[in-house]
């Protein structure tokens, strides 16, 4: 059974900060590299950033400096703090294992919404 559920989103004005959370069920969380995703209206989803089970993170290009993204194993959580938020960062955000792009029919939570206001 794949539970995810995010949470943490909200209406911020441009360089603010916000801190998303991810309650995964253990059967995702335990054995993956994890990442967070996002998806702006008519656009596609992409991964903004992703950490392995022992903590190597990785980050897009635009996102790189501003967020930074953890996990905390014991708890079957993953987090993502947002900072310096831009307009351009708006979007529904998701977590799930790093490859769920890549695989069909991936389970997916129903996101967590974040607007950046300018």
């Known amino acids: 059974q794949v539970q995810l559920v995010e949470s943490g989103g909200g209406l911020v004005q441009a360089g603010g900060s916000l801190r998303l959370s991810c309650a995964a069920s253990r059967n995702i969380f335990n054995l993956n590299t994890m990442g967070w995703f996002r998806q702006a209206p008519g656009n596609r989803r992409e991964l903004v950033a992703s950490?392995?089970?022992?903590?190597?993170?990785n980050y897009a290009d635009s996102v790189r400096d501003r967020f930074t993204i953890s996990r905390d194993n014991a708890r079957n959580t993953l987090y993502l703090q947002m900072n310096s938020l831009r307009p351009e960062d708006t979007a529904v955000y998701y977590c799930?294992?790093?490859?769920?792009?890549?695989?069909?029919?991936?389970?997916w939570g129903q996101g967590t919404q974040v607007i950046v206001s300018s």
């Open positions: 799930n294992h790093r490859a769920a792009l890549e695989i069909p029919r991936s389970s």
């Open positions: 950490i392995t089970t022992g903590g190597i993170t």
